[in-house]
């Protein structure tokens, strides 16, 4: 079956940074947008950045842009979110999404707090 492991979250300062990993395993992997969302407490969950099959296509949502990066590397079967210069306001659990044969699939979340 489908399974979407993230790693990496922890507890960083403000201006610090994280590097999330996401491990993909059950499905095309290379044919699979990948995606990271993020919820923080209270509030609903939201999109973050997406990167398609090939890698060389990606989309942030302005909250992000010029902090993050998603990569992905297929052989590996892995995507990962590099964050920086990250503040309060990005605590949250962040998710991992593949989209694969019209469905989403996610993984477990991993929590990202930034507090000094």
């Known amino acids: 079956q489908v399974q979407l492991v993230e790693s990496g979250g922890g507890l960083v300062q403000p201006g610090g940074s994280l590097k999330l990993s996401c491990k993909g395993s059950?499905?095309?992997?290379?044919?699979?947008?990948m995606s990271w969302y993020r919820q923080a407490p209270g509030k609903e969950r939201e999109f973050v950045a997406t990167i398609f099959s090939a890698g060389f296509t990606t989309r942030y949502a302005d909250s992000v842009k010029g902090r993050f990066t998603i990569s992905r590397d297929n052989a590996e079967s892995a995507a990962y979110l590099q964050m920086n210069s990250l503040t309060p306001e990005d605590t949250a659990v962040y998710y991992c999404k593949a989209k694969f044969r019209f469905d989403d699939y996610w993984g477990q979340g991993t929590q990202v707090t930034v507090s000094s």
């Open positions: 059950g499905f095309t992997f290379n044919t699979s947008p």
